[in-house]
Every structure is written in C-alpha cells, then in structure tokens.
C-alpha cells in the first residue's frame, strides 16, 4: 500500500518534517511491513508559463514544429532561473494556442529518467527549455500533446511554482500489508496504525459526507448469493447522481494522489471511484444509470452465461461466480470487474453507485478462476469494513457534486441483514499468560478500546466485541496479539524455550536425514527443483500408459503437470550447471511424485459459504493424487579430476548404482540388481534394483546410464549416469532395529574366482549362485572384472570375483577355503554351464 504523505496528514497529525522513511519507521513499530519510498522524481524550476505568440515552421522530413516565445514570469521580473521573462522554446506538440498557459520546465530542471533540461540548439533555434505533457512530468501516460491548465480547471498566475501546483513535489511511503490487516488497505487504516504508534490524533474520513436514505431502485439479493460479513450480516448500497459532467478534467491534486498510490487517472467519475476506495478501503462501482435495464439481481452464474468485463474480454462463467445483474442479465463480477455494457464514459449524464459487502472467499476463488486479479478483489479478499458502504456511497457523491457538478437523487437501494455480535470472552490473565508481560487490566481495556473494541469488564476478566474493520478478531489469542503489539513488542521478554521430552523426528525423518547425509558426505549436492513440467517433458522416462495429474490452472501454460519423475527436473538442472561452466555435477534431489487417484476428482466444490461436510471433505481427500517420496541422482562429468600421473575418470552406471546402494545401506537395507531397460536408460548399461520385503523380491527402482539420443536431444554430455529410487519401498525394507556388524577376531582368506559363461548369463545372477556354493564360509564376494576378448570364445565372457572366506572359530586353511570355492564352481557349471578360466 503506497501512502502519499499530504493524504495521511489529513487525517492524523504528521510532524512538520515527516519523510516516507519516517513515516515506515513509525509503521513498522506496530507490525507493517516497510517497502519503499516514491515520488514523482522531478526537481525544478518548473513554473506557469504563458504562450505569447508561436511560428508554425515545417521541417525537411516532413514535420512541423512551433517556434514559441512564451512568458515564464511576471512582467518586469525575472525567471525562476535568474533568466529572461519571455523565452524562445522549440515544441513539436501543435495542441495549444496563443495565450494558453503551460508547464515550463526551464533549465537545469530534471524530469522522470534522469532527463535534465539545458538550452540547447534544436531544428535551427535555441531551446531556453521545454513545454511540458503529463508523461513527460510522470502523472500520466497521456502524451498527445503538452498540458494546458484551463483543460485542468486551473488559472495560476504566470511564474507560479508548477511543481507545488501540481503536488509534483509529493512523496509516499509504501508498506506491506500482510492477509490478517485488509484494513491498511486504505488510508484510513494506515492514519489509523500511525495514530497507535506515535499517539497522534486520528481523525476518521467517514465524517467527511454523511450518508442520506435512498429507495426506489429495485434491489433482490438471491439466497445463495454471499454477501455477508463474519456472522453473516449482509451489505448492498446504491445511489444515483443526475446531471454530471464526466468529461470534466480531474483535479491535478487528485490525479498526483492516484499516481503517488500506484493508479493512474483514467476519467473524473473513475478516478473519485479510485479515489475514495484508497481512502476508506470500500471498493465501489459506477454505472451508467441510463443504460440499466432494470433493477440489480446479485445471484450466481447460471450454466453457460458469459460476461464482457471492463476490459473488453468476454469471460464464461462459472456457477460459483458471484455477479451483479440487471433484466438484460450479468452486468459485473461482483467484487471483481464491471462489465462493458454499463461502462461509464465521457458522455455519461447519470451514474448509479455501489458499494457493498461480498464474501471473502466467493470473491478469491473468482479472481483467480478469471486471473483477474484487481484492486477491489485485493481488498474484498482480505475483508472490507461491512459497515463502510453507505459513508463511501456518500463520499463519492460528495466529490461528483463538488468536482463534476452532479446533483445526489434519493433513488436507490440499500440491503442490510445483521446478526448480533458475540462477545469474545477474554480471562484477566490470559494475556500475561500467553506474553510473559504483566499487563494490568486498565492496561488491556484502554488498548483494546484504542483499536476499536466495545470492552465490558466483568468479573475475572472482559467481554470484547472487535470493530467492524477488523473481521481478524475471532479469538482471545486474536486479542493478546493486538494488546502486545500495540503497548510495543519491546517489553516482552527473551527467554529460550525448554524442548519438551520425549519428541524429535519420526522414524521416516531420520532415514531420509540419513539417506541425504550419506549421499552429502559422498560429494553429492541436493538441489530443489519445481514440480510442474511440460508434458512432453514428463514422458521423458514415463510410458504413454501412465497418466499424469494436469494442473486446470496452471502458473505457466508450458508446465501444466505435475512430476511423475524427479529426473527431468535434475537433467534441467544439470544442463544450466553444465551450460555455466560446472561440467562436473553430482545432483541428488528427494522430493514428491504425483500419481493420479483410483478416485475421480471432485468437480462441484463447496460453495465457500459454509463449512464442508464430512462426506465431502471424505471426497476430496480420497481425489487428492498419490504423492509417495523419490530420490533421483544425476552424474555428469568426471569422477576423478585428470592430475599428474592420474588420468580423468568419469561417472558411469557403476557409480550410479554405488549411489543407489549407499542410499540403501544408509536405511540398513540390502540392494541386489540384475539387468534392465526402461524407458530413458541405455538398453546395455542399466541396472533394476530390488529390495527384500517379508521375503518377497520388490522393485525399488532403477541406475545405469541414459540413452545417448535422449542426452543428445537434452544437449548434455553422451554419457550421463543417474538412478531414481522411490523411497516408499526403500522404507519399508528398513529393518526396526538395526543390528552392529559382527567383529571378526580371526583372519580372513582371499581367493579370486574366474569363470567363463555365456555373455547372456546376468553377472548377479552368477554372483548369487556362487554366494550359494560357497556356504557359509564365503563373508563376502565381489565382482571385479567382465573380460570378453583374446583367448575367450565367440558368445562367451569371463567374470572375476574376489571371495573373502573367513571363519568365526578358527583360522582357516587355504585348503578349507579351496574346498568352499570348488563348492561354487561345481554349482556354477549345473545353473550356467561356467568353466573355471584357466
């Protein structure tokens, strides 16, 4: 919310030296947010100046300029600049006419863009400055032609300082407004907040204009229509204004105000619409009342209907829409946009006005639905005063009367349906309890008054109804919040808290804490990436069968699915490293997968109205995708650096599927692998892997290297190791209990086996039957070597393993070990056929 400081000092008593930055720091005192500072970014001179005579002179490239001689100060007198009174200026505008007055900007001014003005020589003239247009000045876009003040309603004299007629020389401060204060929304709301943190006198706008009876106008509020305020009273407000002027000029301090709070003037009756939404924070409406065909219906969208909003789109509607409507049917989406039918425009005569009271939640779910997000949406969804409506109603008036020369007619509508407050029941003690500041109750109930509450205190503690502006205040610890912050967060005490016993992370938490450490401390880095991809992106590594969940709106047309793969989103990542320079990347990401529900999704949603029932809320929860947990790593580059006397090593599926089984051995689970290919991975270079559970052999997941037309196509390196695991199973292979490895006492034997077997016997396979034949004295086996070449038949390959034999009791001999060798080979050579290499 920007706040232009001569606004704020209507309505609460600046000091005579208040900057922006003095303002914020006096907000941020009482919970705002400070932003920034904004101005119009102009320094002078600037004066009044008067067109004395001008000479048409056309140009050789076809255009004509005027050679102006125009009166920038009193007769006799000199220029703000020390300069001559009449000046010679160059201006390619052709909008004015001999004895117009303007804005001059003489030299040594500066405008928007850090543009300075010097006499300079231009189209065979010296240019002793420039007449000025409403762009080049930052008020507005409008740049047909230089500004004429009598088109403004002014008459200054000639040499008057144009920046303080213009307000050019204003500044405002600019805070954050968080969801629970919609009320700063205003300048009302923030004369408010400063009046609590200086002590200042608040002066309220509502006293401005006083609202006056109105009927005549046919008004019909449907029954599911959500006007209400939190205990459901409900708040329509219309009035007519006869015989305006719409094309009348905005006031310069009107439109410097708008362009100082982020708006830009549009027409008189838009703007004082504007105008008297940023200061009260009610959001209101004009219509042209001579194009109305009837009275205001507010009712939902029926199937099918369409609207044409403000700015020209032609929106389908949605049953949960909320819109005004006349007998010609919708006119507006309530709360959000007019529509073009009733637009007022600069012939406009008569003009109907509106305020009301929508409901919070009907107005979001429309702007968003639309992504139409607008200034009245932003206010309705944080909560508007319900109690405002007939006071802007009344101000609007005011200011048409004033400025466009309206005339207020009785014919209107008012709708109101309240319920009675209920107290909010709030124990004497309760706020000490909770801050750990020993509030007395004088203390309280003066705080809680000073925000706007009716405080009755009873025994033991006060009865607390919240004003109207503040719909926030449901709950005494809604109260205690207000009472520390505005007696000054500085008095609560710092005390650090005492963790209570018996808690910490869940079992799942420290198998993936333990999973992430392992992969960290092994040089692999953990990068979050976003969920939503492209379709084509999301097939990736995903078969046509497999259905994905699509977003129905989505942030970015080009990412409308959510992820059923962590890996394209770590191969995104990894081509921006390895585009950068970083060509040696070790990515590993945990995070969600999203799996379509067995359930259909829930179309007709609650209305936001009242709260869901439980058979709803069963339905939508039963609709949500399946989200189980995955972990992906990506390897590109080099392993091993290239050093002296070390050649460069790079990744490759063995170290992919080291990974994998570091991820696995950090959960206390065992991976066993055997060959695969799915869709993405290389054909000859990928592993599945699978884990134990109950007995029975699960997939986990999958390691190896990509397809070269797949890193090709992605422009990576041709080789690129990765693996995705879906942590899901992993977990549930995790033992309870995790058991110590048995310390050895005795020494080991080493052996190393080579066996010659057909090249389509899986390795794993050959390892596991070896393991098998060599009984209980083999403590490990591993393979060392795949040779397929000299000395070994055509379709024939020869796998090495190291045997490590060890016994618990003894220490074995090398024929012992011998024996439970020629064990495995005897049993290799029944299952494959495999010859011992000689």
């Avoid at 993936?512 to 084509?536: C, D, K, M, W």
Wanted: include cysteine; aromatic fraction near 4%; charge should be negative.
């Amino acid at each position: 919310m920007r706040v232009p400081l001569s606004w704020l000092a209507e309505y609460v008593d600046l000091p005579g030296d208040a900057t922006p930055d003095s303002v914020m720091s006096e907000l941020v005192k009482v919970g705002l947010e400070e932003e920034g500072s904004h101005g119009f970014s102009v320094t002078g001179p600037v004066v009044v100046g008067q067109v004395v005579e001008f000479t048409p002179e056309e140009q050789s490239n076809g255009k004509t300029i005027r050679w102006c001689q125009v009166r920038v100060a009193p007769a006799g007198s000199k220029a703000a600049d020390g300069g001559e009174e009449v000046r010679g200026i160059v201006c390619g505008a052709s909008n004015f006419e001999v004895g117009d007055k303007v804005v001059v900007c003489l030299p040594g001014a500066v405008l928007p863009g850090d543009f300075a003005i010097a006499a300079r020589k231009t189209y065979g003239h010296i240019s002793d400055g420039m007449m000025a247009s409403a762009r080049e000045l930052g008020l507005s876009d409008d740049h047909a032609g230089i500004i004429r003040l009598h088109e403004l309603g002014l008459d200054p004299k000639v040499g008057t300082d144009a920046l303080e007629l213009l307000q050019l020389n204003e500044s405002a401060a600019e805070v954050n407004v968080t969801p629970d204060r919609g009320y700063c929304f205003s300048i009302r709301g923030i004369a408010r907040e400063y009046s609590h943190a200086t002590g200042s006198e608040f002066r309220d706008p509502i006293g401005n204009a006083h609202p006056e009876p109105v009927s005549g106008f046919p008004l019909t509020i449907a029954d599911q229509a959500p006007i209400r305020d939190r205990v459901g009273s409900a708040h329509f407000t219309l009035r007519a204004v006869r015989n305006i002027d719409a094309s009348r000029p905005t006031p310069p301090w009107m439109i410097a105000r708008l362009k100082l709070a982020g708006m830009r003037s549009i027409s008189l009756v838009v703007d004082i619409t504007n105008y008297v939404m940023l200061e009260l924070g009610q959001p209101i409406h004009a219509y042209d009342l001579d194009k109305l065909q009837g009275g205001f219906t507010v009712r939902r969208a029926k199937p099918g209907e369409s609207l044409r909003t403000l700015d020209g789109q032609e929106r389908k509607l949605h049953p949960e829409d909320l819109l005004i409507c006349d007998e010609s049917g919708p006119i507006g989406l309530a709360g959000v946009m007019g529509g073009e039918s009733t637009e007022v425009s600069l012939d406009t005569k008569n003009v109907l006005i509106e305020a009301a009271h929508f409901d919070p939640i009907s107005i979001a779910r429309t702007a968003r639905r639309h992504k139409l997000p607008s200034e009245a949406s932003k206010r309705f969804e944080r909560g508007v005063d319900p109690n405002l409506g007939p006071s802007a109603v009344a101000r609007v008036i005011q200011l048409l009367e004033v400025h466009a020369h309206g005339e207020a007619d009785n014919l209107g509508a008012e709708h109101r349906s309240s319920q009675p407050e209920k107290p909010i029941w709030l124990p004497a003690d309760f706020a000490a309890q909770h801050v750990g500041v020993d509030y007395t109750e004088a203390e309280i109930a003066e705080t809680l008054r000073e925000i706007g509450c009716v405080v009755a205190q009873v025994e033991s503690g006060f009865e607390v109804i919240a004003p109207s502006w503040r719909p926030d205040l449901t709950h005494k610890t809604d109260l205690v919040e207000e009472v520390a912050r505005i007696t000054g967060y500085d008095r609560i005490p710092s005390r650090i808290p005492v963790a209570p016993p018996g808690r910490g992370l869940t079992a799942r938490q420290k198998l993936r804490r333990s999973i992430l450490n392992q992969l960290a401390a092994t040089g692999h880095v953990e990068v979050l990436n976003y969920p939503f991809l492209s379709e084509q992106a999301n097939r990736l590594f995903a078969d046509e069968s497999v259905e994905t969940v699509k977003l129905a709106n989505a942030l970015q047309s080009d990412s409308s699915e959510m992820r059923v793969s962590l890996l394209p989103g770590l191969l995104d990542a990894a081509k921006r490293n390895i585009s950068r320079g970083l060509t040696d990347v070790a990515l590993v990401e945990e995070g969600s997968v999203f799996l379509p529900a067995n359930n259909p999704a829930v179309r007709d949603l609650p209305s936001g109205v009242a709260l869901p029932s439980p058979e709803q809320l069963s339905a939508l929860n039963a609709s949500i995708p399946a989200q189980p947990r995955h972990l992906a790593v990506v390897l590109a580059g080099n392993r091993v650096q290239q050093q002296v006397g070390v050649r460069a090593a790079g990744f490759d599926y063995a170290d992919a599927i080291q990974a994998a089984r570091l991820a696995a051995h950090a959960v206390g689970a065992q991976l066993t692998v055997r060959q695969a290919s799915p869709k993405g991975f290389h054909p000859g270079r990928t592993a599945e892997l699978l884990v134990s559970i109950a007995g029975e052999s699960k997939s986990v997941g999958y390691a190896g290297e990509l397809d070269p037309q797949l890193t090709a196509q992605l422009d990576l390196p041709r080789r690129v190791a990765a693996l995705e695991l879906d942590l899901e199973v992993l977990y549930a292979a995790a033992p309870e209990v995790t058991q110590a490895s048995f310390v050895w006492t005795m020494p080991a034997a080493t052996q190393d086996l080579s066996l010659v077997v057909p090249v389509e016997v899986v390795a794993d396979e050959l390892l596991q039957t070896v393991r098998d034949g060599a009984g209980n004295l083999l403590e490990t086996i591993r393979l060392v070597d795949d040779y397929r070449g000299e000395n070994i038949a055509a379709g024939k390959k020869s796998l090495t393993f190291a045997l490590r034999f060890r016994a618990a009791d003894r220490t074995l001999t090398q024929a012992e070990a011998s024996d439970a060798r020629d064990g495995a080979v005897k049993l290799a050579a029944e299952r494959f056929g495999a010859e011992l290499r000689a």
